[in-house]
């Protein structure tokens, strides 16, 4: 698969606001998903969104899909303290070999 | 302290035969997914549901199929079973716990094919 880059590397908001962050990748893709990981943890996965969706939502998790831009972003509305962990994109081609981004690292503060 | 759970730790099957891989989540959880863990491959999405009754197809569904008829149990199921499928089977669900957002992964079946 296609490494995601996630932008920005690190975001600092206040619980309530909404988080955004943005993904791009270099090649054609079948889908595309994001991943949450906290500290010292696993990754856990969050939402899928194939490449002839544009735009899909789970809970507060909205995520968008531009593909002539080769382009995702990812909006969690009313964002909350346990929010706060490292985000990353994973775009996925053919053969499937995870591979992951240095991630986005959102902090939200209480 | 059991969050998820699969029939089975270790299973031998032969090639044709058709396959049920069970998993019960007991969080209530919305989500849930089923991968497979192969050496060099890492971990590969084949089916997911947000929902009861619904089921979407993850990167690699070819020669699976799945079933969620009740909340807390997601089905795989490999219609004539072939020597390509022998893996490690995994199941997760994600939803909210005690200290928010959580992914928990079941202990996983390892299949073989002869």
């Known amino acids: 698969s296609q490494q995601g880059e996630e932008d920005p590397q690190a975001l600092s908001i206040q619980e309530g606001e909404n988080a955004t962050m943005n993904c791009s990748y270099k090649t054609s893709i079948n889908n595309l998903q994001w991943y949450r990981q906290n500290s010292g943890r696993g990754l856990v996965h969050l939402i899928l969104?194939?490449?002839?969706?544009r735009e899909k939502h789970s809970g507060r998790l909205r995520v968008t899909l531009d593909t002539s831009k080769k382009s995702s972003s990812s909006l969690i509305t009313a964002s909350r303290a346990a929010d706060t962990a490292s985000y990353f994109c994973?775009?996925?081609?053919?053969?499937?070999?995870?591979?992951f981004g240095r991630g986005t690292s959102l902090i939200v503060h209480p | 302290d059991v969050k998820v759970t699969q029939s089975s730790r270790y299973l031998v099957k032969r090639t044709g035969e058709k396959v049920f891989l069970e998993c019960v989540q007991d969080m209530d959880h919305e989500n849930m997914f089923w991968y497979r863990q192969d050496p060099g491959l890492g971990l590969r999405l084949i089916y997911f549901s947000y929902d009861v009754k619904m089921k979407e197809k993850g990167d690699i569904p070819e020669g699976y199929s799945v079933s969620r008829e009740k909340k807390e149990r997601f089905s795989l199921i490999l219609e004539s079973a072939s020597t390509n499928q022998t893996s490690m089977y995994l199941c997760?669900?994600?939803?909210?716990?005690?200290?928010?957002?959580?992914?928990?992964f079941g202990p996983g079946t390892r299949l073989t094919v002869l």
């Open positions: 997760a669900s994600y939803g909210l716990s005690g200290e928010g957002d959580e992914q928990f």
């Open positions: 994973e775009a996925s081609g053919g053969s499937y070999i995870p591979t």
């Open positions: 969104i194939r490449s002839n969706e």
